[in-house]
């Protein structure tokens, strides 16, 4: 299995950027693709980016496809979102998730079996 730490979320002011750390250990942690999710208050968890193992394949959800940029350091294996020109529709909990590389791309949040906690991104108007 993989474990997963999200890290870097905080408040911005709408325009300002903000990046998003996912450390991911375990055995079989570099096999994994891995994705962001986030999730608003009284709204369904949804689909952000995701990166798959190699860090060549890169998924975006329209509403953030020109902002987010996700990146994958095979290395730090780690897992990185830069969000740029943030909105108040942004403000979420964020999420890092992995599933195995051998399936295929999905957006669904039950697709995916490893979660991290969490981390809070504010973006204030």
């Known amino acids: 299995q993989v474990q997963l730490a999200e890290s870097g979320g905080g408040l911005v002011q709408a325009g300002g950027s903000l990046t998003l750390s996912c450390a991911a250990s375990?055995?079989?942690?570099?096999?994994?693709?891995l994705a962001w999710f986030r999730q608003a208050p009284g709204k369904e968890r949804e689909f952000v980016a995701a990166?798959?193992?190699?860090?060549?394949?890169?998924y975006y959800s329209d509403s953030v496809k020109v902002r987010f940029t996700i990146s994958r350091d095979s290395v730090k294996n780690t897992m990185y979102l830069q969000m740029n020109a943030l909105k108040a529709e942004d403000t979420a909990v964020y999420y890092c998730a992995a599933r195995s590389s051998s399936l295929v791309h999905t957006t669904q949040a039950n697709g995916y079996v490893y979660w991290g906690q969490g981390t809070q991104v504010t973006v204030s108007s």
């Open positions: 375990g055995r079989a942690s570099s096999f994994y693709t």
């Open positions: 990166v798959t193992r190699s860090g060549n394949g890169k």
